[in-house]
């Protein structure tokens, strides 16, 4: 039987905890085909990325067209896209292609604090991406850069969420995990209309590399396979959890989270 295919738009991670490698193990361990339109290759291991090449917005464009115009894709996220460029050739083709389902993932950084995105490049995904966006997710780092609001508790979090909401995407998942010192990590979804509180427990971890990107890929696979918005979100939160459970040291500094459970 044929499965349900979700394309990630996203890049490469050499020590295989976040980006690309990160995405298809999820689709794989969701019963989902994953396509690849690689934006950039990193070099990078536990302790950060040393760097990264961009591929050439037109191979992006390419690969993009390539897999939807003969496979189907029922579902597509973006991660890390690295430069405006490859931000805008990713919209245009995304209104030339049908696509399901978009969830925009908006990586600036890693966690180890380097740059995914040249430095413009932020604003073309705020304005050339959300608005095609289904659903977007970012951590709270990227909503202070997008909104300029700091989030430092559940008023502010509603207040943020309305800020990005007024970028266009139908829905915006404010992901609260990186709040310190609450006992909880509460998950804040909603499309305007409904608010959606998801909460669940803080492990305390080092190793939660790739977590974000594992997380996206999970709610693009739930959407691959029909889900609703809200049902893909839950899902996609209990996987995570049991990911961040269960990651692992590997190399001297930030192991990722886990695939094997
Ligand atoms: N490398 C790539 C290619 C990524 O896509 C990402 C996150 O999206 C990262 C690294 C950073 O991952 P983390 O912030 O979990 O360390």
């Not at 890049?11 to 990160?22: E, K, L, N, V, Y």
């Not at 700091?150 to 992901?175: H, M, N």
């Not at 310190?180 to 909603?190: F, I």
Request: proline share 4%; aromatic share 4%.
């Amino acid at each position: 039987m044929t499965p349900p295919t979700a394309l990630t738009i996203a890049g490469s991670d050499s020590g295989g905890g976040a980006g690309i490698q990160a995405d298809l193990r999820t689709f794989f361990a969701h019963g989902v085909h994953g396509l690849v339109a690689l934006t950039a290759v990193t070099v990078q291991n536990s302790l950060g990325v040393q760097g990264f090449t961009e591929i050439p917005a037109d191979v992006v464009t390419a690969q993009i067209k390539a897999v939807a115009s003969d496979m189907g894709v029922n579902a597509a996220k973006t991660g890390m896209l690295a430069t405006a460029e490859i931000i805008r050739a990713v919209a245009k083709t995304l209104d030339e292609v049908e696509v399901g389902s978009l969830v925009v993932d908006p990586v600036a950084a890693s966690m180890t604090g380097h740059a995914l995105l040249r430095e413009d490049a932020l604003e073309a995904i705020r304005t050339e991406l959300f608005p095609r966006a289904t659903l977007i997710t970012p951590n709270l780092d990227e909503v202070r850069l997008l909104t300029g609001i700091s989030v430092v508790d559940a008023a502010s979090q509603r207040s943020a969420a309305e800020a990005l909401l007024e970028f266009g995407s139908r829905w915006v998942l404010v992901k609260g995990g990186h709040l310190v010192g609450t006992p909880e990590c509460v998950d804040l979804l909603t499309d305007g209309r409904e608010y959606r509180e998801l909460s669940g427990p803080r492990y305390e971890t080092e190793n939660t590399h790739g977590g974000g990107d594992t997380m996206a890929s999970a709610i693009t696979s739930s959407l691959a396979k029909g889900a609703s918005i809200p049902d893909a979100v839950a899902a996609g939160k209990k996987f995570i959890e049991r990911c961040v459970a269960e990651g692992y040291s590997l190399g001297a500094g930030v192991g990722p989270v886990s695939p094997f459970w």
